[in-house]
């Protein structure tokens, strides 16, 4: 039996002023998108050059955190935002869904492709490979601050996590995250996108690869406390949130190739 290591989750602390690990995930999630999207930008078949790369990964960070909160607020703790409306804006407090960045971010590059004269698809193609290292450097952050954590097992790397409500060792969820939707999700976008391929192809794997990865690591995950199942005992909405991702990218990928567009 592991036991978490308990990290201090203040990286840097300078008097009042205190960075969490958690922020700096964000900064090294934005750092990475911006270096391998000028690395993209430099293929033929790109919809931006370099110093685009910049400007689009500031309207990127908005999307992120403004529809990551929205999203968790709404899909995750609706009952507290009706209670305390406020609460919304108290983002020091914790509290970001994927799903909800997901939907931030489709906005941001919607509105950023239209200041460049980019079509949506284009865009999305575009930025879909820049998200795994952030998405990977983001479970990290949830490890390091010992929460997300998976349900109780017997496996040998089992982990007794202080901040879970008993001492049985449980799934390190995050770790599995990490792997999957961090490096191997990397590896395969990044490989698939290294050549052109059709509009919406790219896209479609992103969304079909990270709706598996995620439905799959739910089954260990220990659902959200204040949701619970939903249906089945063993239904998530996390899994209800993915399923219809799974859908969507094979639907993409379907009528990318179909069609043969570039």
Not at 36 to 50: D, T
Not at 130 to 151: D, Q, Y
Request: proline share 6%.
């Amino acid at each position: 039996m592991l036991q978490h290591p308990q990290f201090d989750p203040v990286a840097i602390s300078l008097g009042p002023l205190k960075i969490h690990w958690y922020g700096l995930t964000y900064l090294v999630g934005f750092i990475a998108g911006w270096w391998l999207g000028r690395i993209r930008a430099r293929k033929p078949w790109s919809p931006l050059n370099e110093e685009q790369v910049g400007d689009l990964l500031f309207y990127i960070a908005l999307g992120v955190i403004l529809g990551g909160r929205f999203g968790y607020v709404v899909f995750y703790n609706f009952d507290t935002f009706i209670a305390d409306p406020l609460w919304l804006l108290r983002v020091w407090e914790g509290g970001m869904s994927f799903h909800g960045g997901l939907l931030g971010v489709m906005f941001a590059m919607w509105w950023y492709g239209r200041k460049v004269g980019s079509g949506f698809w284009k865009m999305a193609d575009f930025v879909a490979p820049l998200v795994p290292i952030g998405l990977g450097a983001g479970r990290m952050g949830n490890f390091i601050n010992g929460e997300l954590w998976g349900k109780p097992t017997d496996v040998p790397w089992g982990m007794v996590f202080p901040q879970a409500p008993d001492a049985l060792a449980r799934h390190p969820s995050q770790l599995y995250q990490f792997a999957l939707e961090g490096v191997v999700f990397f590896i395969i976008l990044w490989w698939f996108s290294s050549k052109p391929r059709p509009r919406m192809a790219v896209s479609g794997l992103f969304l079909a690869c990270y709706g598996v990865f995620r439905f799959l690591v739910e089954f260990v995950r220990q659902p959200d406390a204040q949701i619970g199942y939903l249906a089945f005992d063993w239904l998530t909405m996390g899994q209800v949130l993915s399923f219809p991702m799974i859908v969507a990218g094979a639907g993409l990928m379907l009528i990318a190739y179909r069609r043969g567009t570039e």
